[in-house]
């Protein structure tokens, strides 16, 4: 959908204009005040007023002169449908709604009136903001459609912001470090989609880094289409996404009626695209200041620290540790050429103090120094610049700073002080003009600062990875009837992919028991062959370590004994009759279907680790070998694989391929798969492969 | 150490005294300008100028009219030793020096210069602030003597804070959030201790919570004793601990010239004595501002967070989640008292958005019926408190909510906005004179929530703990010479401490073994018993799982060849016959000892929980049953010990008493025991106890 339409209007109507300290107040005081030199463009329409701020009104939007391209409704929603219509035959293409009281409430009547809207827009063919909106900022072209009172900002900014919550536009724009090309507060966004606001922002050239609040994924296709864009473009995508916990989940739904969806599958499918996820607004809003100030991003986590006295260099080094930030040792040249410059109590050293005998020359030359050393990154200071400066001599290693960044500057530098978060303004916008963010303290500045070397660290790897997802065919809204195929079934089904299995054979008789035992070759391990018993162990239906004919027979009658025992009504197949595999490390994997997302993938090592541990790699099919070996090496546990306390490194390889299998059968069977296991698959020494051990598939549809 | 007559003193002689931008000025012109009234008690000594900021001066110390209390030098340090005796000899109790180039630069001879200064002192006693310090500053009487400038404060505040950097005072006074009692910048406190000076904020009556920077811990029994006495008198003491990495621990050891210690035993030692330990300046601010503000502290983790905005209620429930903070259901009763006051979109849910139709005298009766829920105990919003407030209706929800805590205020309040930590002064003003900070944004308020909680927690339990620790009588400067005790020998002396070990006897000879079995009872292990051979099974000196005589004998001449093969120099005692253990959860138990917190008792599920997961409990002895228990069940694999996947509980008492055992054994061997390990130790269902399958203790000293 392009929304130029929507978002750079040439000629606007308010409807609803009014004075009063209200949305559709504030929407009419602030554009007028604001984007004075527009008005021309601008159409106030009252059914009361004459005038508003001095400004004549329209009755109606019939009674307007001549055609608008976007009407803001501010009126209450029974308005709404009718003055759309008036709207549209203006030859308004796009519209804003801030009444509220559509499908958020959860009442079956405004979920109808919501549909009745959406079907309207349609047929009018209008892009629609809303319902249940504050409107949007176009800092671009100065349009200004937004129904809070906000401080006014002289210039556009790099961040493009899309929120699911006004007010979060609202606190975003408290801050003065960071400046917009457009702020858009979506509401339910039901017809223009959280999607196409996202599309547009990455498509649009005054836009740097794309900056959004969503309370719930509308279009998971369009999503992966437009993160897939914006990774291609390099553009950041920077996300706060509502769900990590169930009241949040809860709250989000009964705001603007979004779903969260699984918090986990999110979070991988936010990795596969490289999305860089915060946690809060304040993170948000670092993370944007950071990408829209910085010149160039830092290439690797190879940082400098480089403070003004000791206890901050100790404190910085500590926290920045903590947040996983690097600092290598200098090199000898670069240690070298630092002892020139240094007053002889400093060590030339990474975090380096310049102690009390340094100035802001000092500072100017070791910047220089250390970020011509090919080993360092990026350079971080936390010079104690807050909103009342008290100690003085701050200013004079300042202005060496700026200097420093005023010569050709191929490596970023940011300031992360250790308190407070307010700044003198003046400082601010000197280092901002030269390039250099000042950060919050570290719970924030080097969190953010660590999402940064992330993001490059991505970019560098993205060409490797498969930018896409597997979504259904065909959704079906009721819980579907579940099949659950018995492991031999199962099993066959994982040969059809080409995952690695035992010999095996059902056999119904004792005598095929034998008979499939002695083709297999001993030892082998008979288990129940039945898709009623899905615990088999606890059914006593699993017998190991069988070595000879006599146990086999043994073996079979006690199996089915059990079963029938554990469960009268099973259906029993028979028994399988499986090689006895060779113990190897016990690994799981696993796939679960996200209703918005597909088949999410999941490994890990078996039992304890992944339910005490939590240790376990998800990701989003479809996946190649490359990203199913970084899942692997994302786990704590990979370290086993590695070759643990003397023992050879395991199949890494071999286990990817499995992913990669079980990640093909899942795309191929998206619209019936359910879920499936192989639990636990067995990993050998490298080059000796994997086995499936055991494995259950559960399919929708009757058998 | 009678701190008052350094840090209370009368009378004041500033040596040194200048108008220039020096440390020299900047304590001249404080002291003047801010504390002018008390002009009579201070005197000003300076060799070259008649007056320093109007106020005549004395040429030298002797020339004083009277006594004096203090001393503050701003002096270079070869002046330091001569000015001292003339000090004391004008009755100076206290001194401070702000000159550095003492113990801090690592050179002997300046080392030197510090010992004598010490021996000075000592002399003297005197109680001196340096050297290499910024002096300290006494807001409760007014005394300044400190070598920064910095902004006017007018009144006393409730925090006293010590700092081994001067930097970090100043970095601290710059925030508006919190006033101090006392702020001291103790320098290398090679006289007076760090340890001195948290007694004495600890002692001070008007000191509410005490704020630490420590580089290094001096006087480890002391500073056990001064936490001691701070938790029982329910004083909270937060620390800015340097150390957590190698690289701050460098810069701390470059700084002070401080060792930091082992960053995970002072973290063990914090926790027994309840310190609040923060990782950077403004999570230790925020805390103390907290504490500072609250009156009176949130009793346990039953939190409401109370919004204006869908989108804000949503994002603090997430961020609350993500740090620990839990937000129960209210009662029904609460929740139909809320349905009576709430506008009609708004649900009666924690986290709760009162919606855009609510106002302040919504907020007022939503805090008063919220905090009268005996289920809730601390009331958090996120109102966007910034310093420049654009959405005035904000002061109506504020003005709502202060009315509430003017009302008899039982349970704490506090603000945590979404962004930024400027806040506009006069709501902040307003809202502490009510008891409620406003705190930074969720990654440090919602974090310094988490600790406050924990500290009540720990409160709670306080009289469950042994509030001391165990510390060498005679410390041994060299690397000592270390035995390692045999496994047998080790075995002998848990039983002494009442450890339960298997039953085994050494065999010296073939038919010993044969004997020992016997008397044992199979099936047996044998193990290879010498001091030279620690790692048994490597060297093929371990056989399990013997079952008869023929087998022993054949295990005794195999271990003998595999010890004499892997080590033909080893002296090896013979053979230790161990009764085979039944398998049960692997655990160890462990102590190493730290050189100044004493032994540290280890615990763990065994090898890869340990290696990899690192999933281990640290705790400094001594230690009773109580916090043996904590222990275990701070460790995450401490699932394991309540009964997993259908197996019955484990005997965590018993493993709880061992852990006692080992801290008695390592408490009588304080000055002797190196490192010792049970690895493992087998843990067996609930009253079935545990055994020490293996085990190994390194003395110092010859055999």
């Known amino acids: 959908m392009d929304l130029n339409r929507l978002l750079r209007p040439k000629k606007i109507a308010i409807v609803g204009a009014t004075e009063k300290e209200t949305m559709a107040g504030f929407a009419s005081r602030m554009f007028i005040e604001q984007c004075g030199k527009r008005r021309e463009d601008l159409y106030l329409v009252s059914l009361k007023n004459e005038t508003v701020f001095g400004i004549p009104c329209y009755h109606t939007l019939s009674e307007l002169p001549g055609t608008i391209d976007l009407a803001v409704l501010c009126t209450p929603k029974q308005t709404v449908a009718g003055l759309l219509e008036e709207a549209a035959q203006k030859g308004a293409k796009g519209a804003v709604v801030f009444a509220?009281?559509?499908?958020?409430?959860?009442?079956?009547?405004?979920?109808?009136?919501?549909e009745e809207l959406i079907a309207q827009c349609r047929r009018l063919d209008l892009a629609l903001m809303g319902p249940n909106c504050a409107g949007f900022l176009n800092f671009v072209d100065r349009v200004f459609a937004f129904g809070f009172l906000?401080?006014?900002?002289?210039s556009a900014g790099r961040v493009g912001l899309v929120s699911q919550s006004g007010q979060v536009c609202m606190a975003l724009m408290e801050s003065e470090k960071t400046s917009f090309s457009y702020v858009i507060s979506a509401g339910n966004c039901k017809i223009v989609n959280i999607e196409d606001y996202l599309e547009f922002l990455v498509d649009d050239e005054d836009t740097r880094v794309v900056a959004a609040y969503v309370e719930g994924i509308q279009n998971p296709e369009k999503f992966a289409a437009v993160l897939k864009k914006a990774a291609e473009k390099k553009k950041p995508v920077v996300v706060l996404k509502a769900g990590r916990s169930e009241k949040g989940s809860r709250a989000a739904a009964s705001h603007t009626g979004n779903l969260s969806g699984s918090d986990k599958?999110?979070?991988?499918?936010?990795?596969?695209?490289?999305?860089?996820?915060?946690?809060?607004?304040?993170?948000?809003?670092?993370?944007?200041?950071?990408?829209?100030?910085?010149?160039?991003?830092?290439?690797?986590?190879?940082?400098?620290?480089?403070?003004?006295?000791?206890?901050?260099?100790?404190?910085?080094?500590?926290?920045?540790?903590?947040?996983?930030?690097?600092?290598?040792?200098?090199?000898?040249?670069?240690?070298?050429?630092l002892r020139e410059v240094l007053p002889a109590f400093a060590t030339a050293q990474n975090p380096m103090d310049l102690t009390g005998g340094s100035n802001g020359d000092t500072f100017e030359r070791v910047a220089d120094i250390v970020l011509e050393d090919p080993g360092i990154e990026m350079l971080i200071t936390s010079l104690q610049i807050t909103k009342k400066i008290s100690d003085i001599t701050i200013y004079d290693f300042l202005n060496g700073l700026i200097r420093h960044c005023e010569k050709e500057q191929k490596k970023p530098v940011a300031v992360v002080p250790l308190i407070e978060s307010s700044r003198e303004e003046e400082v601010l916008e000197r280092?901002?003009?030269?390039?250099?963010?000042?950060?919050?303290?570290?719970?924030?500045?080097?969190?953010?600062?660590?999402?940064?070397?992330?993001?490059?660290?991505?970019?560098?790897?993205?060409?490797?990875?498969?930018?896409?997802?597997?979504?259904?065919?065909?959704?079906?809204?009721?819980?579907?009837?579940?099949?659950?195929?018995?492991?031999?079934?199962?099993?066959?089904?994982?040969?059809?992919?080409?995952?690695?299995?035992?010999?095996?054979?059902?056999?119904?008789?004792?005598?095929?028991?034998?008979?499939?035992?002695?083709?297999?070759?001993?030892?082998?391990?008979?288990?129940?062959?039945?898709?009623?018993?899905?615990?088999?162990?606890?059914?006593?239906?699993?017998?190991?370590?069988?070595?000879?004919?006599?146990?086999?027979?043994?073996a079979y009658r006690k199996i089915l004994e059990n079963g029938r025992k554990y469960n009268p009504q099973a259906l029993i197949h028979g028994v399988l009759v499986q090689k006895m595999l060779e113990p190897g490390l016990e690994a799981i994997v696993g796939v679960t279907c996200d209703p918005q997302l597909g088949p999410m993938i999941l490994t890990g090592l078996g039992g304890i680790f992944t339910e005490v541990f939590q240790d376990a790699a998800l990701y989003p099919?479809?996946?190649?070998?490359?990203?199913?070996?970084?899942?692997?090496?994302?786990?704590?546990?990979?370290?086993?694989?590695r070759g643990y306390r003397g023992k050879p490194p395991l199949d890494t390889e071999a286990l990817a391929r499995v992913l990669v299998q079980v990640s093909n059968l899942a795309a191929e069977y998206k619209d019936t798969l359910v879920e499936m296991d192989i639990n636990p698959v067995f990993v050998y020494p490298e080059k000796e492969g994997v086995s499936a051990a055991d494995g259950l598939v559960v399919l929708r549809g009757k058998p």
Request: net charge negative.
């Open 265 to 337: 599958n999110v979070d991988a499918f936010f990795r596969k695209f490289g999305v860089i996820r915060v946690d809060d607004l304040e993170e948000l809003l670092s993370v944007c200041t950071a990408i829209a100030t910085l010149p160039v991003l830092p290439r690797s986590n190879k940082l400098a620290f480089v403070n003004i006295s000791g206890g901050e260099t100790t404190i910085s080094a500590d926290a920045g540790y903590l947040h996983g930030l690097k600092l290598p040792d200098f090199s000898p040249e670069t240690a070298e050429k």
């Open 431 to 554: 280092l901002r003009a030269v390039g250099v963010p000042i950060l919050p303290p570290p719970h924030y500045g080097y969190r953010v600062i660590k999402k940064l070397l992330d993001y490059t660290d991505y970019l560098e790897t993205m060409e490797n990875r498969t930018l896409s997802i597997v979504t259904k065919t065909e959704v079906c809204g009721k819980e579907p009837v579940k099949t659950a195929l018995s492991e031999h079934e199962s099993k066959l089904l994982f040969q059809k992919f080409g995952i690695p299995c035992p010999p095996e054979e059902i056999a119904e008789t004792e005598e095929e028991a034998v008979q499939a035992a002695a083709v297999i070759g001993y030892p082998v391990v008979l288990k129940i062959e039945s898709g009623d018993i899905l615990h088999k162990s606890e059914a006593g239906g699993v017998i190991v370590g069988i070595a000879c004919e006599e146990e086999v027979r043994t």
């Open 621 to 641: 099919a479809p996946l190649n070998q490359w990203e199913a070996r970084e899942m692997i090496l994302s786990l704590k546990g990979s370290k086993l694989f």
């Open 150 to 154: 906000f401080h006014a900002r002289e």
């Open 100 to 114: 509220s009281g559509y499908g958020e409430t959860g009442k079956e009547e405004d979920k109808k009136l919501e």
